[in-house]
């Protein structure tokens, strides 16, 4: 029994790190299809860099060469980054919003949609009403939470914001049925909402930054997952058409879900992800019972070493809570087998339960700020 246990170990090491290389060689070939530039190339021109592009989380980009030389500069640029307000953010939203925070840092106005159009249209929510209480319940005051600046942080509910359905009316016309076809793959008889939503309501948040009542056309870039590289193209082809600059695209890695790398963290599935306003302990419970590049067997862990690359307790605390240093010898000591699986949990329950308490101090006290954050400019430039 002892033997078949200690096969069954070095069976999951071998499994592991097969899983570990598919992910690496996947992002490799997209990268290579898409023809996008490492993000290297950025890190070269820009006066700095975050901590997330130095371990390689934001790893790929397409045109952040501008945003580099804006920058330098001191010239305007902006990032968008929607959302859709279907249920409360999670660790995997604040890996790329902490991002988006950094490059606000660097001069970056920062945009955000909250489409509660497109979670009714898809089903997300049931009522457009409760994609509306998320929105200004939860997510709304989660985000101001994260350390946004007012003045040059711009949030607004598509429903509450009508003017984004005149600007997304404009970009409709751009836009041809082959070229939602190509790029979304819809069959006859799609919902017609969705084919509006990602035909033209999405566009119109993309390329919102660069209205005249926003300071007209300049470089924006948006964080994307490398599967929506699509979606950035074909905002890129609008963008020329109607004489503005074509957005760039910032790809970052998601998190994985706490069941393991190869299934998906949603916010419908509870048990995928640590939502930011989950009570410590149920953060705990979650920890406790995730997916981790570890080994069942202690001693053939310590023989073989774990696999961080692929465990989603070392990406929880590699993303949000430590150094470059302490994440370096954190990875080696995981993947050399002198740090148990256990081991690791314990110092991710520290973190996260610590960072939970602070966060839901901030996020009431964000509640009371809302009207700070909310654009109430009305869009008439297009309407001329």
């Avoid at 089903?123 to 209480?133: F, P, S």
């Avoid at 995928?272 to 410590?280: G, S």
């Avoid at 149920?282 to 465990?311: M, N």
Wanted: proline share 6%.
């Amino acid at each position: 029994m002892h033997q078949d246990h200690e096969a069954a170990s070095r069976r999951d090491h071998a499994e592991k790190l097969a899983i570990a290389e598919r992910e690496r060689a996947y992002y490799e070939e997209r990268m290579m299809t898409f023809g996008l530039s490492p993000i290297s190339t950025f890190i070269e021109r820009a006066p700095a860099a975050s901590y997330r592009m130095r371990r390689g989380i934001t790893y790929g980009h397409k045109d952040m060469e501008k945003i580099a030389d804006c920058i330098r500069a001191g010239k305007p640029w902006a990032v968008l980054s929607g959302i859709n307000p279907s249920g409360p953010l999670h660790f995997g939203h604040k890996a790329v919003f902490d991002e988006i925070r950094w490059l606000q840092t660097q001069g970056a106005d920062v945009f955000i949609p909250l489409s509660d159009d497109e979670s009714y249209i898809f089903n997300k929510v049931a009522t457009r009403g409760q994609a509306r209480r998320f929105a200004y319940d939860t997510v709304i005051p989660t985000l101001i939470a994260l350390g946004f600046e007012p003045g040059k942080t711009f949030i607004f509910l598509d429903s509450d914001y009508t003017s984004i359905y005149n600007f997304a009316i404009q970009l409709s016309t751009k836009v041809t049925w082959n070229n939602l076809k190509g790029v979304f793959g819809f069959e006859v008889g799609a919902n017609a909402g969705a084919i509006f939503y990602q035909g033209a309501i999405q566009l119109a948040h993309i390329l919102f930054p660069q209205l005249p009542e926003f300071g007209g056309p300049r470089p924006t870039v948006v964080p994307v997952g490398i599967d929506q590289h699509p979606y950035i193209l074909l905002s890129r082809d609008v963008a020329d058409k109607m004489d503005m600059v074509p957005p760039g695209e910032m790809c970052t890695k998601f998190l994985y879900s706490l069941q393991g790398p190869e299934k998906k963290m949603s916010a419908s599935l509870p048990n995928t992800c640590i939502f930011l306003d989950d009570a410590p302990e149920v953060a705990e419970a979650k920890i406790k019972s995730a997916y981790t590049g570890g080994l069942p067997l202690a001693r053939v862990q310590r023989e073989l070493g774990g696999v961080p690359d692929i465990c989603p307790v070392f990406q929880l605390l590699n993303y949000h809570f430590l150094s470059d240093e302490e994440s370096a010898q954190l990875y080696r000591d995981y993947r050399e087998g002198r740090l148990l699986s256990t081991e690791l949990k314990a110092l991710a329950i520290r973190h996260v339960k610590t960072w939970l308490a602070e966060h839901r101090e901030k996020r009431e006290e964000a509640r009371k700020r809302i009207d700070e954050y909310l654009v109430k400019t009305p869009i008439t430039s297009i309407l001329a």
